[in-house]
């Protein structure tokens, strides 16, 4: 896999990560063509992922998320959440802000000291074999997304159009 900024012997390091929506999509293909050379981007998407920890798909249990963490990244994109409104993960609500404040301070640890962006997944429209609810998505993963963002004043919340 070839990634902008390999010709630059000090590019800024940027790492997308996510579930499906982060290693299937274009977004991080086209932000690394509109990044240029000063930067080099990796994706660490893994499809499927979660945020919640005691899912079998949990995105911090994956080989994708070491290497991000070895990456050493100066940038941190994070796209998670919408595997997160399954409706087996429903019980474990409660834990998905502190899940996701892990996530976050594994990354705050790296010697880079990135600076990290939290994207607010697309909206989920239903699809009876996914088992991902649109209401449960709405009405709580996103708020849950915000709270992070909230509970962290020095992340960034942002919005990706697909």
Same mark, same amino acid.
């Given at each position: 896999?070839?990634?902008?900024? *390999?010709?630059? @012997? ?44 005691? +899912? ?16 050493? $990244? ?19 609500? +409660? ?9 976050? *301070?594994?990354?705050?640890?790296? @010697? +880079? ?8 997944? $697309? $909206? ?8 991902? +609810? ?8 996103? @708020?849950?997304?915000? *709270? ?15």
């Amino acid at each position: 896999m070839a990634y902008i900024g *390999q010709n630059n @012997p000090n590019p800024i390091r940027v790492a997308c990560i996510g579930d499906s929506l982060t290693q299937l999509t274009e977004y991080p293909y086209d932000l690394m063509n509109k990044l240029g050379d000063n930067y080099a981007l990796r994706n660490f998407g893994v499809s499927s992922t979660t945020i919640t920890l005691v +899912s079998t798909t949990s995105y911090m249990n994956t080989t994708a998320f070491q290497n991000a963490l070895r990456f050493n $990244p100066g940038i941190v994109i994070i796209m998670l959440g919408t595997n997160d409104a399954h409706y087996t993960l429903f019980q474990y609500n +409660s834990a998905f802000v502190g899940d996701y404040i892990t996530l976050i *301070q594994a990354f705050q640890k790296l @010697p +880079s000291n990135p600076r990290i962006w939290l994207v607010l997944p $697309p $909206p989920v429209f239903s699809n009876p074999t996914w088992y991902i +609810s649109p209401e449960y998505f709405e009405q709580t993963i996103l @708020p849950g997304i915000k *709270q992070v963002a909230n509970k962290t004043n020095f992340l960034s919340l942002m919005y990706i159009r697909f």
